[in-house]
Nanobody
Framework: EVQLVESGGGLVQPGGSLRLSCAVSGFTFNDYALSWVRQAPGKGLEWVSS????????YYADSVKGRFTISADDAKNILYLQMNSLKVDDTAVYFC????????????????????????WGQGTQVNVSS
């Protein structure tokens, strides 16, 4: 059974930091691209960042570039999102999502904001940035 379990969310002041974790089980880490996607209150899904473990490629949305860092511990099958210099606009539920590498092979896809672009989703973790 495939499981993606996020943790690490919470309440933080503007300018603060949080590290989110996504524990992955049920598939081979290197066979999938892993992404963070968020949903702010009353808004749609927004792609944040993607990680391709087999080559170490990382991609970021412009809104988080330079502030967030995606990484993984493939020995533990855990995906991370280090979030620094947090802003009120970063308040959202953060989801971990996975898609098999073969699905977009030969395309320039590296992340998306629709649920159907991924094969698996976690349940999400809430991040609140407020003073």
């Amino acid at each position: 059974e495939v499981q993606l379990v996020e943790s690490g969310g919470g309440l933080v002041q503007p300018g603060g930091s949080l590290r989110l974790s996504c524990a992955v089980s049920g598939f081979t880490f290197n066979d999938y691209a892993l992404s963070w996607v968020r949903q702010a209150p009353g808004k749609g899904l927004e792609w944040v960042s993607s990680f391709y473990n087999y080559r170490g490629y990382t991609y970021y949305a412009d809104s988080v570039k330079g502030r967030f860092t995606i990484s993984a511990d493939d020995a533990k099958n855990i995906l991370y999102l280090q979030m620094n210099s947090l802003k009120v606009d970063d308040t959202a539920v953060y989801f971990c999502a996975a898609v098999h590498l073969g699905r977009y092979h030969g395309t320039d896809w590296y992340g998306g904001s629709r649920r159907d672009e991924y094969d698996y989703w976690g349940q999400g973790t809430q991040v609140n940035v407020s003073s």
